[in-house]
């Protein structure tokens, strides 16, 4: 029987990444996922790496930051080993502003981006172009942090990548070697059924992929939808977000989310939609990603509760996560341990 030094269950952007990170360092690495890599959550078709608003900083707003920074080498590195494409790049993002109250709110932010970013990218307020046509005060932010990869294909792309590095991605295997939990809403369900209060939870979400080709134009984010442009042609437009739900059927939410993004962006209306998709977020009750010592599952690790933003935190979650099994050398921040949803 083959040994591993860790065994990662769950082949989703938070699994597959720290098995990536960790057989970079010569870690040897098997993920067993019985469904398959993509299969869950990040078999999606989003993929919005955008940041938070840069005021009020908190270690939650500086991690994201300091992940989507390290995002363009980290998704190039996985492209080159594994052959296949991710869709990274960073192509910025576009919010129309509504009123004065937002005008005002919209420049504050583009004051303290200047300290909190670091010089290292920049939000700025410009006039609306062709590209976001319906914005009420005729202006815009443009901030040049955003990025934007293909979900789905970022995921396969990371299995390989494992592959490619001497790992195994198989349906079953015994454990062997440290263990890691990112099974995704799984784990939330039944971590919930151990403790005494709910731990996390699924949030559905569906989302739509269009025929539109704006490939090197930032993305839109109006109206709450995002509109995603993609390497391939292909536009995304997301998302619902649904706390209560009996299954992943796609239904007339939907449509209110093409509606609104139509609002946003008129041109879009007549591309046909080429896909419809829902999948469920994993959200931690703390709504941060919950990493670290698994609280249930004594000697074992946990990478979960990714919800929103499980893809912009990939790359230095899986550095963090990488560091505690590999080493022992513990850098979560304040908030982000397990503990703090129970
Ligand atoms: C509609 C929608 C839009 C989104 N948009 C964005 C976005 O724009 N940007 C962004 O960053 N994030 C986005 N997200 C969130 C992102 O997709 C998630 O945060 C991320 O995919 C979570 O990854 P995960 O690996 O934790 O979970 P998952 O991808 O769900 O993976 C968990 C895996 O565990 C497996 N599993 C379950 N039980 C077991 C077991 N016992 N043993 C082994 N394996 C098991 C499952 O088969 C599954 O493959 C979106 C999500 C949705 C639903």
């Known amino acids: 029987m083959a040994s591993y030094d860790i065994t990662v269950r769950g082949a989703g952007v938070m699994g597959l990444s720290v098995a990536y990170v960790c057989a970079r360092r010569g870690a040897r690495v098997q993920v067993v996922d019985p469904n398959g890599p993509a299969s869950g959550a990040s078999g999606g078709i989003v993929g919005a790496l955008a940041p938070h608003t840069p005021e009020n900083w908190n270690p939650k707003k500086a991690f994201q930051f300091d992940s989507l920074m390290m995002s363009g080498d980290f998704w190039q590195g996985v492209e080159v080993t594994s052959g296949l494409p991710t869709g990274y790049a960073r192509t910025g993002r576009i919010q129309p502003i509504a ?32 590209w976001a046509p319906l914005s009420p005060s005729g202006e815009i932010i443009h901030d040049t942090l955003s990025a934007r990869l293909m979900p789905r294909q970022a995921t396969l792309s990371l299995a390989a990548a494992v592959t490619a590095l001497g790992g195994s991605v198989v349906p079953d295997a015994p454990d062997s070697g440290a263990v890691l939990w990112a099974t995704g809403v799984t784990d939330l369900d039944e971590m919930t059924a151990q403790h005494t209060r709910l731990v996390g939870a699924g949030i559905k979400g569906q989302a739509a992929l269009i ?77 941060a990603p919950m990493i670290g010592h698994h609280p249930f599952r004594t000697g074992h690790f946990i990478a979960n509760g990714g919800f929103k933003i499980g893809f912009g935190m990939a790359p230095k979650l899986a550095e963090v996560m990488a560091d505690l099994i590999l080493e022992g050398r513990d850098a979560i921040p304040d908030g982000f341990e397990a503990t703090a949803s129970l």
């Open 211 to 287: 025929a539109y080709d704006a490939r090197d134009l930032p993305q839109l984010f109006g109206d709450t939808v995002h509109i995603i442009p993609h390497h391939d042609g292909t536009t995304a437009i997301g998302s619902t977000t649904e706390r209560d739900f009996k299954n992943t059927d796609l239904d007339a939410l939907l449509d209110d989310v093409l509606t609104r993004a139509y609002g946003v962006a008129p041109m879009l209306r007549d591309a046909p939609v080429i896909e419809r998709w829902a999948g469920v977020r994993p959200r931690a009750r703390s709504r």
């Open 99 to 130: 009123d004065d109250h937002a005008l005002g709110l919209a420049q504050a932010r583009a004051e303290t981006s200047k300290t909190l970013w670091q010089g290292r990218a920049t939000w700025t307020i410009e006039d609306a172009g062709d």
